[in-house]
């Protein structure tokens, strides 16, 4: 987007700050704005009828939430909650209607469009045709090229649990794979925080043999 643009959605946009655990957005809640995380971290994620939580993606600084429609008033399909404090910024849907005309915003938000479709194409490829081993070793390189805020600043937020939610997986099989990662040099463990140490070793182990 262009500087207009950016100095346009900023000067209509609202802050919000939350703690740990605060939700951002709960299931059901009727969304009117578009949220990006300025600053923190917040998990997406879904219960199941028995309980479970269903962690499916992990968001970060300048990432935008994808839980509501662009435009319009939907309700929202899960919950967002804050993993540590958290800053997010609200853009309103009245805000992004004045801006249908702009050529620079809707390039962007086709871009944007573009990349939800690859990520979510991506995840369920990722869940279909790949082993755990190979799920896990695609997670992490994922998270270091496009969020390494997780693996450097928020250690603790990329605990294995959530790995094996992320991964559809479970906390000991995620650990015995962290463990061949780590005697392979692709990665470290220390005090629980997780490393990239050599990320093409990490690509032998995200495709299959």
């Known amino acids: 987007m262009d500087d207009y643009t950016r100095e346009f959605i900023a000067s209509r946009s609202v ?5 740990k655990g605060e939700y951002l957005i709960s299931r059901g809640d009727r969304q009117t704005a578009l949220v990006v995380i300025v ?16 962690i499916f993606a992990l968001y970060t600084d300048g990432d935008v939430v994808e839980l509501s429609a662009v435009e319009g008033e939907t309700p929202s399909p899960a919950d967002l909650v ?9 853009i309103g849907h009245e805000t992004l209607k004045m801006l249908t005309g702009d050529v620079s915003f809707n390039h962007g938000l086709c871009h944007l469009l ?3 479709y690859c990520t979510l194409v991506s995840k369920v490829e990722m869940l279909a045709l790949y082993s755990l081993r190979e799920r896990l070793a695609r997670q992490l390189l994922t998270f270091q090229r496009t969020q390494p805020g997780l ?7 990329l605990s294995q649990e959530k790995l094996a939610f992320l991964t559809n997986g479970t906390r000991p099989k995620v650990n015995q794979h962290l463990q061949v990662f780590k ?27």
Request: charged share 25%.
């Open 114 to 116: 573009f990349e939800r």
């Open 39 to 54: 600053s923190g971290v917040a998990r997406g994620s879904l219960t199941s009828a028995r309980g479970r939580e269903y």
């Open 82 to 90: 804050a993993e540590v404090p958290t800053l997010a910024l609200s």
């Open 15 to 19: 802050s919000h700050s939350y703690g």
């Open 151 to 157: 693996l450097k600043r928020a250690p603790a937020v």
């Open 183 to 209: 005697a392979a040099g692709a990665i470290g463990i220390e005090a629980g925080r997780i490393r990239l140490r050599d990320p093409d070793i990490l690509e032998t182990f995200a495709s299959p043999a």
